[in-house]
């Protein structure tokens, strides 16, 4: 039942389908991408697979014609009988594949690939391209019992018309086991938590920002007080999401805390003594200062770097793996930026703003990765440093921390903004600064 009302929901949207002959450029590619034919995984990887290989999400749609039409003599494409293509019939199941059935005969997909193919399976160089992508809701926060949200995709062209295109649109969840995502866009609740589905039309993409939260009293910040920018910041999806948090954490358990986010090991018994003993109202504030000034800060935050930025041998070789490593540490010894970091790192060569040195030593000090891995790294990489950024103080330090509540153990499950719950706010006389944990 629910599939035969998704399937009438679809017949009416405005415009579904395209006037005339199916395009390649807007049509046969966007179905090869929501089929995943053209993914890092499957044929979009830089050797290909099974002997076809597609542009990577369908960068180029004029190689990826000449891959399907004339590569290995033209026996990809059909069009004087189009059920007989390989392409149609590897895709749909029908013929053995590798990667399976990827969509049914009675598909829109299968429509367009056999009604291109049948109208001569041509390349229309002058089609226009689409200018926006439309999508409702961007953010949405769905509270139990309800456990389901449809996202609607409309696609805007350059003479103003608009089409809903959700059985041409590919989405992507960005989390697993939070949810699961429909062909066409709904999105059904597997457990409490936040999730990010990418929503994409050819080279068009928009994130929806999705929190599925447990049936629970809104949030009660009556003993919260504000101390910096980053209370105001987590304060708001405390709201959002019912979040209560916990009162501030005892000496004892703070300085265990404080020495695993920044230092990524215990203080020695001399240290817990020492700051357990001191009367210092302070302390803590002291306490974090002085860490964030020990090596073993950037040697810690330089392997957690390293792992979401995927720096491995995989990717380079031993020597890159070692210079991009040092690149990082220097960078948070030094107390980079996170905007000049994230220009560096994404722009792949050094940046170089007033005031300040190079961010490299060299041309070599930043390896440079295929778009392919940059791509792939950089979907979840973006919101992270987007986060970052508005988070920073204009002196260009770090921001943040309170010596204030601990959110609540709901948090880690109803929340992504925090990692392991405590936010601490640190200040001294020249800057601001922080880290979560």
């Known amino acids: 039942?629910?599939?035969?009302?998704?399937?009438c929901a679809l017949l009416l949207y405005p415009s579904v389908a395209f006037a005339g002959e199916p395009s390649f450029r807007n049509e046969v590619m966007a179905v090869l991408s929501r089929a995943g034919c053209n993914a890092g995984a499957c044929h979009g990887n830089l050797n290909g697979k099974g002997g076809l290989k597609l542009s990577l999400r369908g960068e180029n749609a004029w190689a990826d014609y000449s891959t399907l039409t004339r590569d290995q003599l033209g026996r990809r494409v059909n069009s004087t009988a189009p059920t007989d293509s390989l392409l149609l019939n590897k895709a749909a199941g029908t013929m053995p594949h590798e990667g399976g059935a990827r969509f049914t005969t009675a598909s829109r997909e299968y429509a367009v690939l056999r009604d291109w193919m049948g109208a001569g399976a041509k390349?229309?160089?002058?089609?226009?391209?689409?200018?926006?992508?439309?999508?409702?809701?961007?953010?949405?926060?769905?509270?139990?019992?309800?456990?389901?949200?449809?996202i609607?995709?409309?696609?805007?062209?350059?003479?103003?018309?608009?089409?809903?295109?959700?059985?041409?649109?590919?989405?992507?969840?960005?989390?697993?086991?939070?949810a699961t995502v429909g062909r066409f866009g709904e999105v059904v609740r597997v457990q409490p938590g936040e999730l990010v589905v990418l929503v994409r039309y050819l080279n068009l993409m928009t994130p929806v920002r999705i929190a599925f939260v447990p049936d629970r009293p809104a949030a009660d910040l009556s003993k919260f007080s504000e101390v910096n920018i980053v209370d105001r910041h987590a304060k708001t999806p405390w709201q959002e999401l019912r979040i209560t948090p916990s009162g501030i954490a005892g000496d004892g358990e703070f300085l265990r805390r404080v020495y695993l986010d920044t230092l990524g090991i215990v203080p020695t018994a001399d240290e817990a003594r020492a700051f357990l003993a001191d009367a210092n109202p302070n302390k803590r504030k002291v306490l974090i200062d002085a860490?964030?000034?020990?090596?073993?800060?950037?040697?810690?935050?330089?392997?957690?770097?390293?792992?979401?930025?995927?720096?491995?041998?995989?990717?380079?070789?031993?020597?890159?793996?070692?210079?991009?490593?040092?690149?990082?540490?220097?960078?948070?010894a030094e107390d980079r930026p996170l905007t000049e970091f994230a220009a560096a790192?994404?722009?792949?060569?050094?940046?170089?703003?007033?005031?300040?040195?190079?961010i490299s030593t060299g041309p070599s000090?930043?390896?440079?990765?295929?778009?392919?891995?940059?791509?792939?790294?950089?979907?979840?990489?973006?919101?992270?440093?987007?986060s970052a950024i508005t988070t920073r103080s204009t002196h260009g330090r770090r921001t943040t921390t309170t010596a204030s509540p601990a959110t609540s153990p709901a948090s880690a499950t109803a929340s992504s903004r925090t990692t392991s719950g405590t936010i601490w706010t640190a200040t001294n006389s020249s800057a601001s600064r922080s880290f979560t944990c």
């Not at 790192?345 to 190079?358: H, K």
């Open 291 to 332: 860490l964030l000034e020990r090596p073993e800060y950037a040697q810690h935050w330089a392997q957690k770097w390293s792992d979401l930025l995927r720096n491995e041998e995989k990717a380079l070789d031993k020597k890159g793996v070692q210079v991009f490593h040092r690149w990082i540490k220097e960078a948070i």
């Open 345 to 358: 790192v994404l722009a792949g060569r050094a940046v170089r703003t007033p005031n300040r040195p190079r």
């Open 152 to 178: 609607q995709v409309a696609v805007k062209w350059p003479d103003g018309t608009t089409r809903q295109l959700n059985d041409l649109a590919t989405f992507e969840p960005t989390t697993v086991g939070t």
């Open 1 to 7: 039942m629910r599939c035969l009302v998704v399937s």
């Open 365 to 386: 000090a930043i390896p440079t990765f295929g778009p392919s891995r940059w791509r792939r790294c950089f979907w979840g990489f973006a919101s992270v440093v987007r």
């Open 123 to 150: 390349f229309d160089s002058a089609a226009p391209q689409p200018t926006a992508l439309a999508v409702e809701p961007a953010v949405a926060v769905v509270f139990a019992p309800k456990d389901r949200v449809q």
